[in-house]
């Protein structure tokens, strides 16, 4: 891991101007602070550049103004989107002003305790691979005041519009080799879902393969891309990383993703569910343990899936947990429209294998002692990474410490389609919270996996949920296009 000194020496040496500082609010909203390289010095940056956090969402409730960034070293990339050459970025944690020790509210530092707390317990390595699901539109319009609320999202992908496309092809007269051309005219309108989409129609395609390579400059490695079953809809996957890494590579890939679509004049949109009939946009988080090279998820001779004791133990914590989970991993409003059946996004806590309909999938594809890990599907891009990353781990954790045995408590593992039971039967199974409310009163009456070590302090998860209950409040009270249109003529 490089240090101080070698990341002033590698921006000396690659002559950039500028250096963006990347933090987040508690909530996940990105911030920015820009200083220019010829004005700091190492022991500045060793000590952390202050600055003033309260009008930071979620920091203005701490009565702590003055706070600094504390760039980490082996997070500094050059960021060609946002100024070329010029310009690099760096992933930075949020410590005291006065002395520099740590923000038990910093949602970096706390899932950097968590994995510290893992590691120490279990003696392994925690990896993470997020699958980061958005849409890409053409613009987006938002007009509301007093006197109006509406939105609209104009879409631009080929066969989407009800037009013909006309395609320009050369080709040869036979008869005396002289070249023609010729108009070929396709009009076919596409329904249904979209997945691996071809290209020329996946006009989103060399979006993905810029997004990529800006995404390894800035040190992602990404496993692949694709078309994503709803119209307009893409998919990132990440390789594994640490945890830290892992929820810096979501927040780049909004971030980066953004940027050039502003620069392409498209806008990139990680609502969960931005359009009513179309799937919406998860995050799910493949999670695994290595230990001397070895998933501690895997165990050969398992009854169900090769997976060992003690992956059945994390998979019944997170499980037990989600309901308190739901309030890190889906935070907003627009979360709980996602979280419905019929879309593939899981609304009953269980497990299967390669079940999609699961909170918790158990992919096929890897089944090996190497690579043995679970995927858990429920959360979407408006978590802060940090804090779900961090959730996820305490809830398996404390699942492991109190060998918690998920076929005794329900939850599974099940491997049809639950929504295809019979009532009494999907009854007995546990659900997911069904609005923001719901979600902030579980993580409050079950806080003491997060807490019990430390890592969440009592008063951070008391202004987080507040925060949460207070804005589905706020929107509670806003009248919407849709119900004026259902009820103005009653």
Known sequence: MPDIREMMDYLDEKDFMYLNLLYTDIFGGLHNLTVPVWEFNTGEITHGIPFDASSIPGFDKLNKGDMALLPQPNTVFQDNIAGGDGVASVFCNIVDAENGTEISADPRTILMK???????ELGAQSLWLPEIEFYLFRSVSINYDDYRAAFSFDVDEIFDRK????????????????????????????????????????????????????????????RYHHHEVGRFQHEIELLPLPPARAADGVI???YLARMLAGERDFAAVFLPKPIHNLPGNGLHFHQ????????????ENSKYAHLSDIALNYIAGLLFHAPALTALTNPSTNSFHRLVS???????????LANRSAAIRIPKYVDSPQKKRIEYRPPDATANPYLAIAGMMLAGL????KKMNPAKMNFGPFDDDVEKWDADRQEKLKSLPQSVSEAAKSLLDDSDFLTGDGIFSEQFLKIYSDALISEEKELRSRITTFEVAKYIDR
């Open 114 to 120: 968590a994995e510290k707390l893992l590691r120490k």
């Open 252 to 254: 780049a890939v909004k």
């Open 342 to 352: 019929g879309f593939e996004a899981p609304t009953k806590l269980f497990f299967g």
């Open 163 to 222: 037009e013909i496309i006309t395609i320009r092809s050369e080709d040869y007269n036979f008869l005396d080799n002289t070249p023609f051309s010729k108009n070929i005219r396709i009009s076919k309108n596409i329904s249904g879902k979209q997945y691996h989409r071809q290209i020329p129609f996946d006009e989103g395609y060399d979006f993905r393969n810029e997004l990529i390579y800006n995404l390894q400059t800035a040190g992602f490695k990404v």
């Open 288 to 299: 695994l343990f290595l230990k001397r090279g070895r998933s501690l998820f895997w165990d």
């Open 398 to 401: 404390d699942g492991i410490r």
